[in-house]
C-alpha cells in the first residue's frame, strides 16, 4: 500500500512555506492590507505553520536545530524588516513567532508519531 504522506511533500510544503513568510515580511508598509485580524495572531499563526511542517519534514535533524533554525530565520527577517520602507524590527512580533514556532513544533511531534505508527507517513 502507497503511503500517501512522505517528508518529501512536508519538505515542499515547508520550502513554500518559507518563500510566503519571506515575501509577507519583506513588503513595504504601505502594501499590506489594512483589514488584517490581530497582527500578533498572524505572526503567531505563519509560525506555528513553518515549525510544524519542519518537524514533520526532518527525519534527521534535532527537534531543538529546527526550533533554533525556524526562530533564527524570524529574527532575520525583524532585523531585515529595519531596512523596508514602514516596517521594522518589533520584540512583539519576534515573541509572537517564537510562541508559534514552540507550538508548531510541539503539536508536529505527536502527530508525527501517530501516522509513522498507523503506517500513514513514509519512514523515508
Request: glycine content about 8%.
Amino acid at each position: 500500500m502507497k503511503k500517501f504522506l512522505s517528508s518529501t511533500l512536508f519538505k515542499v510544503l515547508f520550502l513554500i512555506g518559507v518563500l510566503a513568510i519571506f515575501i509577507g515580511s519583506v513588503m513595504p508598509g504601505k502594501q499590506l492590507p489594512t483589514n488584517l485580524p490581530w497582527d500578533k495572531a498572524l505572526h503567531f499563526t505563519g509560525y506555528f505553520g513553518l515549525a510544524f511542517l519542519a518537524r514533520m519534514g526532518s527525519d534527521k535533524r534535532p527537534t531543538w536545530l529546527l526550533i533554533v533554525a525556524c526562530i533564527a530565520f524570524s529574527f532575520l527577517i525583524e532585523i531585515a524588516q529595519m531596512y523596508i520602507p514602514n516596517r521594522g524590527f518589533e520584540w512583539p512580533d519576534l515573541l509572537a513567532n517564537s510562541l508559534g514556532v514552540l507550538a508548531g513544533t510541539v503539536c508536529a511531534i505527536p502527530i508525527k508519531h501517530y501516522l509513522k505508527k498507523r503506517k500513514i507517513m513514509a519512514t523515508k
